[in-house]
């Protein structure tokens, strides 16, 4: 029988894929350039190759992956309509900042699962094109106008403060998962794992010359 545990973790990162799929799509529709366009559009289509490997995951283990998703649309969707970009730049650093904290947290938590959910989520998450190419095209932008940063750093600062506060509400409400966040942090509390990813954010922004 699957686990509550891996069902969550399973669940929660096939909509997050589903979601960075129509992202990647939204963006490619505004890039600036037929090459960038092209580059998102590609990586639309490997999300979604991701979205359906997590569901064929779950359906393997008798999981309705439908059932599985269903108590993280609120909050993913709530976070995307709270945190939506007012331009191209924007939309690069929110690829950059969420999928990185997300990876982050996705690791963290698989780490305590079985191998073979342990082997998909690292296998999803290790597919960084989208975070490359963000962060290609933001060092960009930043090189040829310096006060583009000091904007940057200010959304990326509420990005870090509002994804925190999201993973945090879903992490609490869902015991499987709390249990799980417990057992990836040293403080053996939420809090623990949020000054990892918090610490881990500060680097980032460190290596894009970005205030965190």
């Known amino acids: 029988m699957t686990s509550p545990a891996v069902i969550d973790l399973i669940g929660v990162l096939a909509y997050g894929e589903l979601v960075s799929f129509e992202r990647s799509a939204s963006d490619a529709v505004l890039a600036p350039s037929l090459e960038d366009k092209i580059a998102l559009s590609s990586m639309a289509v490997s999300e979604f190759h991701h979205f359906e490997a997590l569901c064929r995951f779950l359906k393997d283990r008798g999981v309705d992956p439908l059932v599985a998703m269903q108590p993280f649309v609120e909050p993913l969707n709530t976070f995307h309509n709270n945190m939506t970009p007012r331009d191209w730049l924007e939309g690069l650093a929110k690829t950059y ?10 690791r963290a938590m698989s780490v305590h699962l079985d191998a073979e959910t342990s082997a998909i989520v690292n296998e999803v998450v290790q597919d960084s094109q989208r975070s490359t190419f963000a962060v290609e095209r933001l060092r960009e932008a930043i090189a040829q106008d310096p006060k583009v940063g000091g904007r ?11 994804m925190i506060g ?4 879903v992490a609490g409400s869902r015991p499987a998962l709390r249990d799980l966040v417990a057992q990836a942090s040293s403080e053996q509390a939420i809090s623990g794992l949020v000054n990892q990813l918090t610490v881990a954010h500060s680097r980032r922004m460190d290596a894009l010359g970005l205030a965190s």
Do not use: N, P
């Open 97 to 106: 900042v969420g999928d990185a904290i997300a990876a982050d947290f996705y």
């Open 152 to 162: 940057l750093a200010l959304w990326g600062r509420r990005l870090m403060g509002e």
């Open 166 to 169: 999201q993973a945090t509400l």
